[in-house]
């Protein structure tokens, strides 16, 4: 069935196995849904012998006619098409989901997928996130990128080897928002799902800075392994999405900054070496979380994208009803400061100069 031939022989063929036959698939995605592939009509012409043989049956209603005998054949074979069909459908949706790991600021994370089976190019191609946001469409043999969410449009590309069943997807710039887990789903012309199966993508912010309360600055780092011109954007925002920090058209632009980071910042001037590294003065507890670094280029397209961890040690004393009071271990994001990522130190790379008493 690999092969898709579902081909059906019927041996000791009698006139009275003349007519019309269909074939049809069923498929079980969370409700029956039947599709017919194929009609053939029959045609057996009647032979003397049968004729004789068909006087004979009525005179003895005990005999079994033999098309009764073909047709529990034909029922029995019938039925193992169905099955196997429902049971490669169910084999690829209920499988343990494919878990991809990388770092943020790679340049791009391929998110596999290889069906068994050879894919015709009017099928229709669809991946979606874990919130239903469509991540890539491929439909009527060509990307659809108007369907797709703008968060993901211009960071994906997928294979188009339907042949082999190679569907895979580039994702570029992952980062750890795109964490979570990627539904594929393949239809057929008539809009049928034909199988879906999930993967699982975790983006590590391994890049941690430590630092205590009170130092003067701290540094951010981050050297791209690509050379930068003037005419890029490099954007820095923290975990809230307020900009950190805007480099645009060759100058740094302060009244893009959110207001908390206006005169706080400086950024690395020697974009050549690829170093877009910012310096963060005075920073608090407050500071704690992620913070993400864009690199545009003059098009708008996101060439680069990488976040790196800050977490800023201390104690603060926060009035209340009651005194309570919190340390650094907790963070001022009603998320955890950093899921699933392990804080480790930077230690000598990162400079810290303590406040001139």
């Not at 998110?111 to 099928?123: A, E, G, H, I």
């Not at 239903?132 to 369907?147: A, C, G, L, M």
């Not at 539904?183 to 890049?207: F, P």
Request: net charge neutral; glycine share 8%; with cysteine.
């Amino acid at each position: 069935m690999k092969n898709g031939d579902v081909s059906l022989v019927l041996n000791n063929v009698t006139f009275s196995d003349s007519g019309v036959y269909e074939c049809h698939v069923l498929y079980n995605e969370g409700e029956k849904t039947k599709e017919l592939i194929t009609t053939i009509t029959l045609t057996v012409g009647k032979r003397e012998d049968e004729e004789k043989k068909g006087e004979g049956n009525q005179q003895n209603s005990a005999t079994v006619p033999i098309w009764v005998t073909v047709l529990l054949v034909f029922l029995v074979l019938g039925g193992a098409v169905i099955g196997g069909v429902l049971w490669y459908c169910r084999s690829n949706t209920n499988k343990v989901p494919q878990v991809v790991e990388v770092d943020s600021g790679v340049e791009s994370v391929l998110l596999p997928w290889r069906t068994n089976v050879p894919l015709t190019d009017d099928v229709t191609v669809e991946w979606t996130d874990e919130f239903s946001r469509k991540v890539h469409v491929y439909q009527n043999s060509s990307d659809d990128p108007e369907e797709q969410d703008r968060r993901y449009r211009g960071r994906t590309e997928m294979k188009k080897d339907l042949k082999t069943g190679d569907v895979s997807l580039t994702l570029k710039s992952p980062t750890w928002d795109d964490s979570g887990r990627f539904l594929r789903t393949i239809s057929s012309n008539h809009g049928n799902a034909l199988m879906k199966k999930e993967v699982k993508l975790k983006v590590r912010v391994s890049q941690v800075v430590e630092v205590d309360s009170g130092v003067e600055s701290v540094l951010l780092p981050w050297r791209t392994n690509i050379p930068l011109t003037d005419d890029v954007t490099v954007k820095w925002t923290d975990k809230r999405d307020k900009k950190v920090h805007v480099y645009q058209n060759g100058s740094d632009h302060r009244e893009e900054q959110d207001r908390r980071y206006r005169g706080r910042t400086a950024r690395n001037k020697d974009l050549k070496t690829g170093d877009v590294s910012l310096t963060l003065k005075y920073p608090t507890w407050d500071d704690s979380g992620r913070f993400l670094c864009t690199i545009y280029s003059n098009h708008g397209n996101i060439l680069r994208r990488k976040e790196v961890g800050l977490k800023v040690r201390g104690t603060v004393q926060v009035q209340g009803p009651t005194e309570d009071i919190r340390t650094s271990s907790s963070s001022p994001d009603p998320t955890p400061l950093l899921p699933d990522s392990p804080v480790s130190s930077v230690g000598g790379s990162v400079p810290v100069r303590k406040n001139q008493e």
